[in-house]
């Protein structure tokens, strides 16, 4: 029994003893390791925003300073507690390769976030339509892009999706043209609606004093021709304003005691043309 006890303390002498001092010092340099990569963190956060870099920017390069610090740390770690890293690097790689064929998607996605973070085709607040969706950005993230509908519904576009597709930007200029078209009858007098539109479009809310609006004849049909109103508004006012120009426009029609055409007369065959009598 006695020896059995001796062979025991030799034991934990010789296995357990240096097990647990290195288990403790993993444990020391694993502190000591993230308190540094959390400053180093701190440090490239501070760095990148006096370059006014783009919030979304700055979080995507600290998440991928900080996990790629980790691993090596875990690594180093591991080849402290004796671990043969080389096995385990080579494990990560395998690891890695498939993981990229399951996500083959993922990874697609995640190179087209960073595409758009680095041509920056849109920013976050701005509205686009992108993806088979219109709506204002929420969020430029590593594998999706969230944006706001008109109807306030939330919908997230996968970075590949939207970057294969055409992006069209609303907020990208100062102010936006905005053509409201207005069919009309024949025999209306068309100068005098044309002047009346043009100066109720200066006092409309929302409508941009330049450039100045425009009521242009767009094209002439069987019934009549086409007035064209063209105005020029801020990108984020775009629906009311809209809106105001529509009512705008019904006030004038009113005030010249204009009716609105019936479908009847809308969908009627053009008059037959007069045969010239023979000489």
Not at 238 to 245: E, L, M, P, S
Request: proline share 5%.
């Amino acid at each position: 029994m006695d020896e059995i006890v001796v062979q025991l303390k030799s034991l934990a002498l010789t296995e357990a003893l240096p097990m647990l001092l290195k288990v403790i010092g993993a444990l020391f340099v694993w502190f000591i390791g993230r308190t540094v990569i959390a400053g180093f963190r701190k440090v490239l956060d501070m760095g990148l925003q006096r370059r006014q870099l783009d919030a979304t920017l700055i979080r995507y390069v600290g998440s991928l300073f900080t996990g790629t610090l980790t691993i090596m740390l875990i690594v180093g770690i591991l080849g402290l507690m004796g671990v043969e890293t080389t096995s385990f690097a080579a494990l990560i790689a395998a690891a890695g390769i498939a993981i990229g064929a399951a996500w083959s998607g993922l990874l697609a996605n995640f190179a087209a976030g960073i595409f758009l973070l680095v041509l920056r085709p849109f920013r976050v607040g701005e509205e686009i339509e992108a993806g088979g969706v219109v709506g204002i950005v929420q969020e430029i993230g590593l594998f999706v892009t969230t944006l706001d509908t008109s109807d306030n519904v939330r919908i997230a576009v996968g970075n590949n999706q939207m970057f294969s597709d055409n992006i069209i930007n609303y907020s990208h200029h100062p102010y936006r043209k905005m053509t409201v078209k207005v069919p009309l009858m024949h025999g209306v007098d068309v100068r005098v609606l044309q002047q009346a539109l043009v100066e109720r479009m200066t006092s409309v809310k929302g409508v941009q004093e330049k450039p100045v609006p425009q009521v242009e004849v767009a094209e002439f049909t069987f019934q009549g021709p086409i007035l064209a109103v063209c105005i020029f508004c801020k990108p984020t006012e775009y629906n009311d304003t809209q809106a105001n120009v529509g009512d705008a426009i019904a006030e004038i029609l009113l005030a010249a005691n204009y009716s609105v055409p019936t479908a009847a007369l809308l969908t009627a065959p053009p008059p037959p043309l007069a045969k010239a009598k023979a000489g």
